[in-house]
Nanobody, 121 residues
Framework: QVQPVESGGGLVQAGGSLGLSCTAS????????VGWFRQAPGKEREFVAAVSWSAQYTRYADSVKGRFTISRDNVRNTVFLQMNSLKPEDTAVYYCAAGSVGARPADYKYWGQGTQVTVSS
């Protein structure tokens, strides 16, 4: 059973950059699509980005397109989310999820515990 584990969250000023990582505990990501979601206080969990197992296919939410980049290293069993030009509205708990490239939380079977990203204005 794959258990995603996120790391790399923190506090950053608007316009800055932050990188998140997601590793697989108890399994491997190498043959699994992985996505990132985020949830701000009082809001529903929303799709951010996803990458296929081979990294040949990626998709992004319109709100992050051009600013965020999802990538993966299957040798290191890690998926990355590089976030540039951050805005205060990017503030949320970011979750890594395995099993799909879908845009709905229900598309994913395995979820991490989340990592907080806070963007100050």
């Amino acid at each position: 059973q794959v258990q995603p584990v996120e790391s790399g969250g923190g506090l950053v000023q608007a316009g800055g950059s932050l990188g998140l990582s997601c590793t697989a505990s108890g399994g491997t990501f190498s043959n699994t699509a992985v996505g990132w979601f985020r949830q701000a206080p009082g809001k529903e969990r929303e799709f951010v980005a996803a990458v296929s197992w081979s990294a040949q296919y990626t998709r992004y939410a319109d709100s992050v397109k051009g600013r965020f980049t999802i990538s993966r290293d299957n040798v290191r069993n890690t998926v990355f989310l590089q976030m540039n030009s951050l805005k205060p509205e990017d503030t949320a708990v970011y979750y890594c999820a395995a099993g799909s490239v879908g845009a709905r939380p229900a598309d994913y079977k395995y979820w991490g515990q989340g990592t907080q990203v806070t963007v100050s204005s």
